[in-house]
Protein backbone atom coordinates (compact mmCIF):
# COMPACT_ATOMS: atom_id res chain seq x y z
CA UNK A 1 0.00 0.00 0.00
CA UNK A 2 1.18 3.49 -1.24
CA UNK A 3 2.04 6.05 1.62
CA UNK A 4 1.15 9.60 1.19
CA UNK A 5 2.87 11.65 3.71
CA UNK A 6 2.97 15.75 4.22
CA UNK A 7 5.57 17.62 5.61
CA UNK A 8 3.64 21.00 7.06
CA UNK A 9 4.31 23.38 9.65
CA UNK A 10 2.07 26.26 9.38
CA UNK A 11 5.00 28.93 9.94
CA UNK A 12 7.16 29.24 6.96
CA UNK A 13 10.64 29.01 6.70
CA UNK A 14 11.38 26.20 9.60
CA UNK A 15 12.30 23.35 7.13
CA UNK A 16 9.56 21.85 5.49
CA UNK A 17 12.00 21.62 1.88
CA UNK A 18 14.99 20.93 4.24
CA UNK A 19 13.15 17.49 5.76
CA UNK A 20 11.06 16.47 2.60
CA UNK A 21 14.14 16.19 0.92
CA UNK A 22 16.26 14.19 3.19
CA UNK A 23 13.14 12.82 4.51
CA UNK A 24 12.34 11.69 0.79
CA UNK A 25 15.99 10.54 -0.09
CA UNK A 26 16.48 8.76 3.04
CA UNK A 27 13.16 6.45 2.15
CA UNK A 28 14.48 6.03 -1.33
CA UNK A 29 17.79 4.89 0.47
CA UNK A 30 15.96 2.23 2.46
CA UNK A 31 14.89 0.67 -0.87
CA UNK A 32 11.39 2.25 -1.17
CA UNK A 33 10.30 3.67 -4.31
CA UNK A 34 9.31 7.00 -3.43
CA UNK A 35 8.45 10.53 -4.83
CA UNK A 36 8.84 14.02 -3.31
CA UNK A 37 6.17 16.47 -4.88
CA UNK A 38 6.55 19.85 -4.02
CA UNK A 39 3.36 21.94 -3.23
CA UNK A 40 4.65 25.79 -2.95
CA UNK A 41 3.04 27.06 -6.47
CA UNK A 42 5.02 29.88 -7.40
CA UNK A 43 8.06 29.79 -5.01
CA UNK A 44 9.47 26.46 -6.09
CA UNK A 45 12.57 25.17 -4.38
CA UNK A 46 12.29 21.81 -4.26
CA UNK A 47 13.96 21.46 -7.57
CA UNK A 48 17.49 23.45 -5.77
CA UNK A 49 17.24 21.81 -2.81
CA UNK A 50 17.66 18.10 -4.38
CA UNK A 51 19.90 19.58 -7.00
CA UNK A 52 17.84 19.01 -10.39
CA UNK A 53 16.78 22.70 -11.09
CA UNK A 54 17.98 22.35 -15.15
CA UNK A 55 16.18 19.63 -15.56
CA UNK A 56 12.50 20.47 -14.88
CA UNK A 57 10.68 20.24 -17.60
CA UNK A 58 6.94 19.56 -16.96
CA UNK A 59 5.17 20.52 -13.58
CA UNK A 60 2.34 19.10 -10.81
CA UNK A 61 0.27 21.82 -13.09
CA UNK A 62 1.01 20.88 -16.48
CA UNK A 63 -0.02 17.29 -15.71
CA UNK A 64 -3.13 18.47 -14.30
CA UNK A 65 -3.90 20.36 -17.20
CA UNK A 66 -3.08 17.00 -19.02
CA UNK A 67 -0.11 19.29 -21.22
CA UNK A 68 2.32 16.92 -20.53
CA UNK A 69 1.89 13.16 -19.01
CA UNK A 70 3.27 12.30 -15.24
CA UNK A 71 6.39 10.19 -16.51
CA UNK A 72 6.88 13.30 -18.66
CA UNK A 73 7.06 15.87 -15.39
CA UNK A 74 9.02 12.88 -13.09
CA UNK A 75 12.23 13.99 -12.78
CA UNK A 76 14.82 11.11 -11.41
CA UNK A 77 17.11 12.07 -9.15
CA UNK A 78 20.88 11.46 -10.40
CA UNK A 79 21.82 9.40 -7.39
CA UNK A 80 19.14 7.11 -6.50
CA UNK A 81 17.80 5.30 -8.90
CA UNK A 82 14.51 4.70 -7.15
CA UNK A 83 14.01 8.38 -6.22
CA UNK A 84 11.84 10.66 -7.59
CA UNK A 85 10.83 14.73 -7.91
CA UNK A 86 7.59 16.26 -8.94
CA UNK A 87 8.41 20.13 -9.20
CA UNK A 88 5.76 23.24 -8.41
CA UNK A 89 5.08 25.01 -11.06
CA UNK A 90 5.81 28.17 -11.12
CA UNK A 91 3.01 30.50 -11.60
CA UNK A 92 0.81 33.39 -10.23
CA UNK A 93 -2.27 31.75 -10.45
CA UNK A 94 -3.18 30.23 -6.96
CA UNK A 95 -5.86 28.46 -8.72
CA UNK A 96 -3.85 26.07 -10.74
CA UNK A 97 -4.16 23.43 -8.31
CA UNK A 98 -7.68 21.90 -7.70
CA UNK A 99 -8.64 19.16 -5.62
CA UNK A 100 -10.21 17.05 -8.17
CA UNK A 101 -6.71 18.20 -9.90
CA UNK A 102 -4.57 16.95 -7.04
CA UNK A 103 -6.42 13.98 -6.16
CA UNK A 104 -6.00 12.44 -9.48
CA UNK A 105 -2.74 13.04 -9.67
CA UNK A 106 -1.95 11.55 -6.51
CA UNK A 107 -3.94 8.13 -6.86
CA UNK A 108 -1.89 7.83 -10.24
CA UNK A 109 1.26 8.32 -7.82
CA UNK A 110 0.02 5.62 -5.58
CA UNK A 111 -0.28 3.38 -8.16
CA UNK A 112 3.95 3.90 -8.61
CA UNK A 113 5.25 4.93 -5.62
CA UNK A 114 5.47 3.22 -2.24
CA UNK A 115 5.71 7.04 -0.45
CA UNK A 116 4.59 10.51 -1.53
CA UNK A 117 6.44 12.88 -0.11
CA UNK A 118 4.53 16.45 -0.25
CA UNK A 119 6.36 19.41 0.34
CA UNK A 120 4.13 21.97 1.76
CA UNK A 121 4.15 25.46 1.30
CA UNK A 122 3.36 27.76 4.42
CA UNK A 123 0.36 29.29 5.69
CA UNK A 124 -2.96 27.10 6.30
CA UNK A 125 -4.99 28.63 3.09
CA UNK A 126 -5.72 26.13 -0.48
CA UNK A 127 -2.03 25.44 -0.92
CA UNK A 128 -1.20 23.94 2.59
CA UNK A 129 -4.97 22.27 2.61
CA UNK A 130 -4.05 20.78 -0.65
CA UNK A 131 -0.83 19.66 0.59
CA UNK A 132 -2.01 17.75 3.57
CA UNK A 133 -5.73 16.79 2.26
CA UNK A 134 -4.95 13.52 0.99
CA UNK A 135 -2.29 12.34 3.28
CA UNK A 136 -1.72 9.13 5.61
CA UNK A 137 0.43 10.57 7.65
CA UNK A 138 2.10 13.86 8.67
CA UNK A 139 5.33 15.68 9.96
CA UNK A 140 4.89 18.67 11.54
CA UNK A 141 7.98 20.40 11.14
CA UNK A 142 8.49 22.57 14.09
CA UNK A 143 11.64 25.13 15.66
CA UNK A 144 11.63 25.49 19.38
CA UNK A 145 9.87 29.25 19.27
CA UNK A 146 6.73 30.59 20.32
CA UNK A 147 5.38 31.34 16.95
CA UNK A 148 6.15 27.76 15.17
CA UNK A 149 4.79 26.20 18.10
CA UNK A 150 1.31 27.57 18.23
CA UNK A 151 0.87 27.35 14.31
CA UNK A 152 2.03 23.56 14.45
CA UNK A 153 -0.94 23.42 17.11
CA UNK A 154 -3.25 24.92 14.53
CA UNK A 155 -2.03 23.07 11.83
CA UNK A 156 -2.50 19.81 13.65
CA UNK A 157 -6.12 20.94 14.19
CA UNK A 158 -7.05 21.01 10.28
CA UNK A 159 -5.41 17.74 10.20
CA UNK A 160 -7.70 16.61 12.87
CA UNK A 161 -10.31 18.04 10.89
CA UNK A 162 -10.56 19.31 7.37
CA UNK A 163 -8.27 16.30 6.05
CA UNK A 164 -10.04 13.92 3.59
CA UNK A 165 -9.55 10.98 6.57
CA UNK A 166 -11.41 13.74 9.01
CA UNK A 167 -13.97 14.50 5.89
CA UNK A 168 -14.84 10.57 5.16
CA UNK A 169 -14.53 9.54 9.28
CA UNK A 170 -11.45 7.03 8.75
CA UNK A 171 -8.87 6.57 10.87
CA UNK A 172 -6.93 9.97 11.39
CA UNK A 173 -3.84 11.01 9.74
CA UNK A 174 -0.46 9.85 11.37
CA UNK A 175 1.12 12.66 13.52
CA UNK A 176 4.89 13.04 13.75
CA UNK A 177 6.54 15.94 15.06
CA UNK A 178 9.66 16.60 14.17
CA UNK A 179 11.73 19.46 16.06
CA UNK A 180 13.86 21.20 13.53
CA UNK A 181 16.85 24.28 14.26
CA UNK A 182 17.35 23.03 17.86
CA UNK A 183 19.87 24.19 19.59
CA UNK A 184 21.11 22.47 23.11
CA UNK A 185 23.40 25.13 24.26
CA UNK A 186 20.46 27.94 24.22
CA UNK A 187 17.81 24.86 25.60
CA UNK A 188 20.99 24.69 28.77
CA UNK A 189 20.91 28.55 29.43
CA UNK A 190 16.98 28.77 29.31
CA UNK A 191 17.15 31.14 26.17
CA UNK A 192 15.12 28.40 23.94
CA UNK A 193 11.95 25.75 24.74
CA UNK A 194 13.22 21.75 24.91
CA UNK A 195 12.52 19.14 23.18
CA UNK A 196 10.26 18.20 26.53
CA UNK A 197 8.74 21.29 26.48
CA UNK A 198 7.79 21.71 22.52
CA UNK A 199 6.31 17.82 23.33
CA UNK A 200 4.03 17.96 26.25
CA UNK A 201 2.51 21.44 24.32
CA UNK A 202 1.39 19.50 20.88
CA UNK A 203 1.32 15.75 22.72
CA UNK A 204 2.36 14.64 19.74
CA UNK A 205 4.78 11.74 18.94
CA UNK A 206 8.64 13.03 19.04
CA UNK A 207 9.74 11.88 14.68
CA UNK A 208 12.66 13.44 15.43
CA UNK A 209 15.13 16.27 16.80
CA UNK A 210 17.24 18.42 13.81
CA UNK A 211 19.99 20.30 15.42
CA UNK A 212 21.00 23.91 13.63
CA UNK A 213 23.82 22.98 11.44
CA UNK A 214 25.80 24.56 9.17
CA UNK A 215 25.87 21.35 7.14
CA UNK A 216 22.39 22.29 6.11
CA UNK A 217 23.38 25.45 4.30
CA UNK A 218 26.13 23.88 2.73
CA UNK A 219 23.87 20.64 1.64
CA UNK A 220 21.61 23.80 -0.35
CA UNK A 221 24.16 25.15 -1.59
CA UNK A 222 25.42 21.75 -3.22
CA UNK A 223 21.63 20.79 -4.30
CA UNK A 224 22.30 17.31 -2.20
CA UNK A 225 19.71 16.78 0.08
CA UNK A 226 21.88 16.83 3.71
CA UNK A 227 21.15 13.49 4.38
CA UNK A 228 23.40 12.08 2.27
CA UNK A 229 26.61 14.03 4.02
CA UNK A 230 26.59 11.00 6.24
CA UNK A 231 29.16 12.99 8.45
CA UNK A 232 27.10 15.69 9.77
CA UNK A 233 25.37 16.00 12.83
CA UNK A 234 21.81 17.12 10.88
CA UNK A 235 22.56 14.13 8.42
CA UNK A 236 22.43 11.41 10.76
CA UNK A 237 19.36 12.88 12.68
CA UNK A 238 17.25 13.00 9.97
CA UNK A 239 18.56 9.31 9.06
CA UNK A 240 17.29 8.26 12.68
CA UNK A 241 14.45 9.78 11.89
CA UNK A 242 13.48 8.50 8.80
CA UNK A 243 14.20 4.94 10.52
CA UNK A 244 11.86 5.73 13.10
CA UNK A 245 9.50 6.12 10.67
CA UNK A 246 10.08 3.15 9.33
CA UNK A 247 9.50 1.50 12.91
CA UNK A 248 13.08 1.49 14.01
CA UNK A 249 13.65 2.37 17.62
CA UNK A 250 16.52 4.83 17.89
CA UNK A 251 17.81 6.83 20.62
CA UNK A 252 17.37 10.19 20.08
CA UNK A 253 21.25 12.18 19.66
CA UNK A 254 22.73 16.04 19.54
CA UNK A 255 20.06 17.00 22.37
CA UNK A 256 23.13 17.73 24.59
CA UNK A 257 25.30 20.38 24.40
CA UNK A 258 28.29 19.16 22.79
CA UNK A 259 32.04 18.78 24.27
CA UNK A 260 34.42 21.40 22.85
CA UNK A 261 37.84 20.03 21.83
CA UNK A 262 40.65 21.27 23.85
CA UNK A 263 41.33 23.48 20.53
CA UNK A 264 38.07 25.21 20.71
CA UNK A 265 38.32 25.63 24.22
CA UNK A 266 41.25 27.27 23.87
CA UNK A 267 40.62 29.67 20.91
CA UNK A 268 36.41 29.90 21.59
CA UNK A 269 34.72 30.50 18.29
CA UNK A 270 32.10 27.99 17.15
CA UNK A 271 31.78 24.98 14.58
CA UNK B 1 2.60 47.36 38.91
CA UNK B 2 4.92 49.61 37.27
CA UNK B 3 6.43 48.74 34.21
CA UNK B 4 9.91 48.02 35.58
CA UNK B 5 9.04 45.58 38.22
CA UNK B 6 6.94 43.83 35.61
CA UNK B 7 10.36 43.16 33.76
CA UNK B 8 11.97 42.77 36.68
CA UNK B 9 10.16 39.80 38.28
CA UNK B 10 10.06 38.30 34.90
CA UNK B 11 13.86 38.07 34.57
CA UNK B 12 14.07 36.00 37.58
CA UNK B 13 12.28 33.07 35.06
CA UNK B 14 14.13 32.44 32.24
CA UNK B 15 12.68 33.23 28.89
CA UNK B 16 11.75 29.53 27.84
CA UNK B 17 10.15 28.68 30.80
CA UNK B 18 7.97 32.27 29.94
CA UNK B 19 7.75 31.28 26.51
CA UNK B 20 6.43 27.62 27.51
CA UNK B 21 3.50 29.17 30.01
CA UNK B 22 2.47 31.53 27.56
CA UNK B 23 1.99 28.83 24.78
CA UNK B 24 0.28 26.55 27.06
CA UNK B 25 -2.50 29.05 27.86
CA UNK B 26 -3.11 30.16 24.35
CA UNK B 27 -2.80 26.81 22.84
CA UNK B 28 -5.23 25.59 25.44
CA UNK B 29 -7.35 28.87 24.81
CA UNK B 30 -7.51 27.95 20.54
CA UNK B 31 -8.08 24.39 20.74
CA UNK B 32 -11.02 25.37 23.22
CA UNK B 33 -12.39 28.01 20.48
CA UNK B 34 -12.20 25.30 17.70
CA UNK B 35 -13.95 22.83 18.86
CA UNK B 36 -16.93 25.00 19.80
CA UNK B 37 -20.58 24.60 18.13
CA UNK B 38 -20.48 26.67 14.95
CA UNK B 39 -23.45 27.92 16.25
CA UNK B 40 -22.08 29.99 19.11
CA UNK B 41 -21.23 33.07 17.10
CA UNK B 42 -24.62 33.99 15.72
CA UNK B 43 -26.05 32.93 19.47
CA UNK B 44 -23.77 35.71 21.03
CA UNK B 45 -25.15 38.25 18.06
CA UNK B 46 -28.44 37.28 19.35
CA UNK B 47 -28.06 37.69 22.64
CA UNK B 48 -26.15 40.63 22.06
CA UNK B 49 -29.78 42.35 20.61
CA UNK B 50 -31.74 41.04 23.23
CA UNK B 51 -29.98 42.80 25.35
CA UNK B 52 -29.26 45.94 23.80
CA UNK B 53 -33.28 46.19 24.14
CA UNK B 54 -32.93 46.81 27.57
CA UNK B 55 -29.27 48.01 28.55
CA UNK B 56 -26.63 49.30 26.15
CA UNK B 57 -23.92 47.44 25.75
CA UNK B 58 -21.21 46.92 22.83
CA UNK B 59 -20.45 43.74 21.06
CA UNK B 60 -17.32 42.87 23.30
CA UNK B 61 -18.96 43.19 26.67
CA UNK B 62 -20.55 40.22 26.00
CA UNK B 63 -18.85 36.72 26.21
CA UNK B 64 -20.40 33.23 25.56
CA UNK B 65 -18.69 30.20 26.18
CA UNK B 66 -19.41 26.55 26.08
CA UNK B 67 -17.21 24.37 28.71
CA UNK B 68 -17.15 20.28 28.41
CA UNK B 69 -17.55 18.76 31.86
CA UNK B 70 -17.67 15.51 31.54
CA UNK B 71 -21.17 14.40 30.17
CA UNK B 72 -22.60 17.60 30.22
CA UNK B 73 -21.73 21.20 28.97
CA UNK B 74 -22.00 24.31 30.36
CA UNK B 75 -23.19 27.83 28.57
CA UNK B 76 -21.47 30.25 30.32
CA UNK B 77 -22.40 33.55 29.71
CA UNK B 78 -21.00 36.72 30.74
CA UNK B 79 -22.10 40.43 30.46
CA UNK B 80 -20.65 43.53 31.44
CA UNK B 81 -22.95 46.34 31.95
CA UNK B 82 -22.30 49.78 31.68
CA UNK B 83 -21.30 52.03 35.22
CA UNK B 84 -24.31 53.45 36.69
N1 LIG C 1 18.63 22.29 10.89
C1 LIG C 1 18.90 23.45 10.27
N2 LIG C 1 20.04 24.13 10.59
C2 LIG C 1 20.33 25.30 9.98
N3 LIG C 1 19.57 25.87 9.03
C3 LIG C 1 18.42 25.25 8.66
C4 LIG C 1 18.03 24.01 9.26
N4 LIG C 1 16.86 23.63 8.69
C5 LIG C 1 16.54 24.58 7.78
N5 LIG C 1 17.48 25.57 7.74
C6 LIG C 1 17.47 26.77 6.90
O1 LIG C 1 16.26 27.46 7.09
C7 LIG C 1 15.82 28.05 5.89
C8 LIG C 1 14.40 27.61 5.60
O2 LIG C 1 14.38 26.22 5.32
P1 LIG C 1 13.31 25.56 4.33
O3 LIG C 1 13.53 24.09 4.37
O4 LIG C 1 13.33 26.22 3.00
O5 LIG C 1 11.97 25.94 5.11
P2 LIG C 1 10.44 25.93 4.61
O6 LIG C 1 10.34 24.97 3.47
O7 LIG C 1 9.67 25.49 5.83
O8 LIG C 1 10.11 27.33 4.23
C9 LIG C 1 16.81 27.64 4.81
O9 LIG C 1 17.71 28.70 4.63
C10 LIG C 1 17.50 26.44 5.41
O10 LIG C 1 18.82 26.32 4.94
MG1 LIG D 1 9.49 25.22 1.48
Not at chain 1, 124 to 150: C, Q, W
Not at chain 1, 193 to 209: F, H, K, M, N, Q
Not at chain 2, 52 to 81: A, F, H, W
Request: contains cysteine.
Amino acid sequence: MANVLVVTSGKGGVGKTTSSAAIGTGLALRGHKTVIVDFDVGLRNLDLIMGCERRVVYDFVNVINNEATLSQALIKDKRLDNLYVLAASQTRDKDALTLEGVGKVIEELKQNFEYVVCDSPAGIEKGAHLAMYFADEAIIVTNPEVSSVRDSDRMLGLLASKSRRAENGEEPIKEHLLLTRYNPERVTKGEMLGVEDVEEILAIRLLGVIPESQAVLKASNQGVPVILDEQSDAGQAYSDSVDRLLGKEMPHRFLDVKKKGFLQRLFGGSE
Amino acid sequence: MSLFAFFRDRKKQNSASIAKERLQIIVAHERGLHSQPDYLPQLQKDLLEVIRKYVPIEQDQIQVELENQGNCSILELNITLPDR
